[in-house]
């Protein structure tokens, strides 16, 4: 068993950056893939990134691909995304995923998620 808790989300202009936080609960956090994932007002869930639970291999989407980077820290159970040079449409409630399929894209791969962490990219 694994708990999420997002933090790290807020309001940015255009360009800037923000850095999100995953913090996880449960004793077997470090076998775990994560991912993030985001939606956007009336969108459905899509991928954003994934890490390995070694942290060794990673895998972004082509639209955050350059500007987003994911990590973790197996020590401290957390996971965290670097967003630079962010975009309006980047606009999205943030959630962080953890599942023991490796490297997984879909949000049915993910047994368990965070309740999401908005963030907001003004113009």
């Known amino acids: 068993q694994v708990q999420l808790v997002e933090s790290g989300g807020g309001v940015v202009q255009a360009g800037g950056s923000l850095r999100l936080s995953c913090a996880a609960s449960?004793?077997?956090?470090?076998?775990?893939?994560l991912a993030w994932f985001r939606q956007p007002p009336g969108k459905e869930r899509e991928f954003v990134a994934t890490?390995?639970?070694?942290?060794?291999?990673?895998y972004n989407s082509n639209s955050v691909k350059g500007r987003f980077t994911v990590s973790r820290d197996n020590a401290k159970k957390t996971a965290y995304l670097q967003m630079n040079s962010l975009l309006p449409e980047d606009t999205a409630v943030y959630y962080c995923?953890?599942?023991?399929?490796?490297?997984?894209?879909?949000?049915?791969?993910?047994?368990?998620w965070g309740q999401g962490t908005q963030v907001t990219v003004s113009s």
């Open positions: 449960g004793r077997t956090f470090s076998i775990y893939t």
């Open positions: 890490i390995s639970w070694t942290g060794d291999s990673t």
């Open positions: 995923a953890a599942a023991r399929a490796s490297l997984a894209v879909t949000p049915a791969d993910y047994s368990y």
